[in-house]
């Protein structure tokens, strides 16, 4: 598939346009309808890009139908600034620090007072720490809510007694990750075993080796998606810099410091850190207006549209595996159904806890937050359009693709009717439908005529089939493995007693080499 296209002259005019048009006086976070929390691309807080949506206002799901099985991909929730971040941010202590001495030193005396009050003396809040990217308390919040919402939500599902083989909880071999799982399972069994005041029980976590984690840490073993993506790099940069390079000339005017556009991502990225995790928007955020903040989160999700998301194939097709393992746990689950198997004798759930480079491509696989035709298009694999500018709107956003804790929930029901002779299993599955729930609402389906209620053998054939022309191994240039060692799986049993017991145990084998950044 072609790169997704973008003309930089087209690009600058639009963006000189909108910023000259824009107030010359940065708005106040929350004055109106505008709150910068909303526009942190895929640092925007679950709560936040949640926002109003509730259960209430789900659709009715047709009289009789049932839910049997339920699939769960889930980002980890927030999370602290990694090691290499929070060394980002000492070093931009380090340049405010300069930059107030050079202003200090200029010939106009009254420059000092554009400058705002927060950047003198400014330090990371993150300042000393040697480790990063840790499952933050509000990040456990999230995961354990969230729990307790799909819990009430989907009652039935979740009336037997707990077994792993019933409700399987996996999580990659990343501590935030797997903490969000801990999170989540807290929040799913509460009040369901005997441990402690909230009778809380102990519960199995599921990881495979990074090495070999093809379900959820696809991306780390994929050849092809690791090239691409270190070819593809540069020209994102390239296509942000209009964007930076005015906003850092906007700022240098405003405030009359020298900033650079490296002083400028970084003060953006500091925003966003001081937005999500500690509630602060008058800070460095308050630096930047309201259109200057609609183009930087732009910048951020043109990124991971090119790089994560419908930008090349690759970036989806690697998810194959993720995909069939959703789709056999549903047929496993119908059969089930079809055999009469008790309950507590099959899988009901199948929960796992991830990354935003799982959730992105499964998103892109389903077909969702497309424009337009993009659909035919993606099935033909032509070259889409990156995501139209502000002020036009756009379907790909950051803060909703993936935001901390985001998910998408494959629902499915077995409903009545169209059910034929016992022996014909294509009748009987047509009693069976799938709904695809992203951030806990329904979404339509592009492949499946735009319902958000397809009927199963529907959404095998338009939205999964097209998906299986392809082979993992064959587009990630995998070699057959050598025969000398079995991935490591491994069963951690933790309660609310054992959290950091749960931490530590779970990655004793893990290297200690640093490990790229990923969200």
Known sequence: MAAPRVLLPQLLLLVVAALV????????????EFDVRRH????????????SSSVNSMPPIPDGCRVIHLNLVARHGTRAPTKKRIKELDRLAIRLEALMNEAKQGLKSDSL?????WIKGWESRWKGRTKGGELTSEGE????????????RFQDLFDDEYHPDVYSIRATQVSRASASAVAFGFGLLSGKGKLGPGKNRAFSVLSESRASDICLRFFDSCETYKAYRKRKEPDVEKQKEPILEHVTAALVNRYHLNF?????????FLCKQEASLLNITNQACGLFNEAEVYFLEWTDDLEGFVLKGYGESINYRMGLPLLKDVVQSMEEAIIAKEENHPDGTYEKARLRFAHAETVVPFSCLLGLFLEGSDFEKIQQEEALDVPPMPPQGRNWKGSVVAPFAGNNMLVLYQCPGKTSDASTSGGQNNSYFVQVLHNEVPVSMPGCGNKDFCPFEEFKEKIVKPHLKHDYNMICKINPPVASEEPASFTTKVSSFFVGLFSQKGYRAVSAESVKTEL
């Not at 007072?113 to 009050?117: D, E, G, M, N």
């Open 141 to 152: 919040e999230e995961l354990y809510n969230l729990a307790t919402r799909v819990k009430e």
């Open 21 to 32: 048009a824009a107030a010359p006086v940065r708005r106040a976070v929350g004055a109106g």
């Open 260 to 268: 650079t556009t490296q002083d400028v991502s970084s003060l953006w």
């Open 113 to 117: 007072k554009k400058v705002p009050s």
């Open 40 to 51: 942190l691309s895929t640092v925007t807080r679950y709560d936040v890009s949640r926002g």
